[in-house]
C-alpha cells in the first residue's frame, strides 16, 4: 500500500516502531526520512511456544498505563512541531490520541483492535482506554479476515493487503539455488522448537530465513541470500508453513502460495481467522505437536502436489491508498 502511495505522490516517512528495520521494506527505504525504536503499545505478551501470556500481558499493560500520559505528551508535541500532515496507525491507541492533541488527521489500518482483543481476554479497563482512543481515528481501513472493530466510527473495508512478490519466482529459486523440478517449501516460523523438519525427501526442499543452515546437518536446507525478501521467498515457494497471523494471510494470499498452519492457542481473533482460513483454497492445518516433531510430510505434500491459490482480482492497494490520500489532504 504505501509502494503504491509513494509512487504517486511525493511522501516522506517517519516510522515509528518496536521492530528491527530490516524487516522494512527496501521499496520504502528511499522515501524513509527518520526511524524510531521504540514501543508504540503493549499488544499481547508470548510464550516462546507461541501461546498467549495473559498474565504477562496484564502486568506490561500496567507498566505502560503508568507512563502513558507522560508519553502521549511527548509524542503530541513532536506531531505538532513536525510538520506533519497524516498519522497512519496499525493500531496503537497512542497514534490517534497524539494525532487528536496534535490537531492532525489520522488513519487507522487493522485486521483487529485492541479494545476487543483486550475484551476478549477479560482486560476491561485496557479495553476501554483503547476503544475510547480509537473513537478519535479519523478512519479505519478496515482488512480482511478482521475480527470485530466497532469502536471506529468510520470504517472503508479495503479486503485482503498484501505484499506481491517483486521479482520473478524462476529467477528468486535459480538464486536459491533451487533446481527445476524440486519442491521448496517455506518455514516462516522463528520460536525455537516449534516446528522440525520431516525427513529427507527427494525432490524437495527447505528454506528457513534466520537459522544456520551449517548447523542443521542437512543438505536439503538452502541458504538464503541477504538480497532475497521475504514475500520473492514466498512466490517462490511451493508451499509455506506457518502460524496463521494477518501478515502471512495477506502475503501469501498475494503471492499465490498454498500455506500450512498451526491454530494458534488463547489468541482471541484465531476464531475468525480459522474460519476465513477454512474457505481458503490450498490451505490446510497441521497440531501443534505433529509440527514440532516434524511429522507433516503428508500435509504438505498434499499442498505441493496441488494448485497454487488463485491471485486476488480487487486492486485492494488502490482503494487504501485513495482513502489515506482524501485523509491527509495530498
Known sequence: MLDRLIAEVAVDLHVMASCPRWLWPSTLEGATVSWRDAPCDVGVVEFADMTVDEEGTAHALERWHETYPATLEREARRLAAGGFDLVLGDVPPLAFDAAGRAGLASVALANFSWDWIYQQMGLAEAAAAAAASYRRAGVLLELEPCAPMDAFPQRVAVGVLGRPAGRPRDRVRDELGVEAGTRLVLVALRAPGVCGLPAPRSGLCYAVPGVDV???????????????????????????????????????????????????????????????????????????????????????????????????????????????REAGGF
Open 214 to 324: 551449517a548447523g542443521l546437518g542437512r543438505t536439503d536446507v538452502v541458504e538464503v541470500p541477504s538480497g532475497v525478501s521475504f514475500v520473492d521467498l514466498l512466490s517462490a515457494a511451493d508451499a509455506v508453513v506457518a502460524k496463521p497471523g494477518y501478515g502471512i494471510i495477506g502475503d501469501s494470499t498475494w503471492c499465490g502460495a498454498p500455506l500450512l498452519y498451526t491454530k494458534g492457542r488463547g489468541f482471541p481473533e484465531s476464531r475468525y481467522l480459522e474460519a476465513w482460513l477454512a474457505r481458503r483454497p490450498a490451505t490446510r492445518t497441521v497440531t501443534a505437536a505433529a509440527l514440532a516433531a516434524g511429522s507433516w510430510s503428508d500435509e504438505i505434500g498434499e499442498l505441493i502436489d496441488g494448485p497454487r491459490p488463485p491471485l486476488p482480482a480487487d486492486d485492494t492497494a488502490a482503494l487504501a491508498v485513495r482513502t489515506l
